[in-house]
């Protein structure tokens, strides 16, 4: 079993930058693939990067070139850099792990607003 624990989000105005954190459980974190999706009211959830525990990255196409996802693998750690954010940015951001199967953190809200 893997816990996922999510902290970082919170309102942000528009073009500012937010860092996401999620600390995971386990003594094989480094081989697992890490991922954060996202939830906006009334709709689904979506992917917005991940990585493997090789480090090999994928993101959504709304999200490149101002995200980064990253991972620390000495503190069981990955990150959601969020840069140049915008208001369609706004959701729960939900932290993801898989290894065998799949695990997920509680969320955590970020909200893009002046």
């Known amino acids: 079993q893997v816990q996922l624990v999510e902290s970082g989000g919170g309102l942000v105005q528009p073009g500012g930058s937010l860092r996401l954190s999620c600390s995971a459980s386990g003594s094989i974190f480094r081989l697992y693939t890490m991922g954060w999706f996202r939830q906006a009211p009334g709709k689904q959830r979506d992917l917005v990067a991940t990585?493997?525990?090789?480090?090999?990255?994928n993101y959504a196409d709304s999200v490149k070139g101002r995200f980064t996802i990253s991972r620390d693998n000495a503190k069981n750690t990955a990150y959601l850099q969020m840069d140049s954010v915008k208001p369609e940015d706004t959701a729960v951001y939900y932290c993801?792990?898989?290894?065998?199967?799949?695990?997920w953190g509680q969320g955590t809200q970020v909200t893009v607003s002046s």
């Open positions: 990585m493997t525990g090789g480090g090999s990255t």
């Open positions: 993801y792990a898989r290894w065998g199967q799949s695990y």
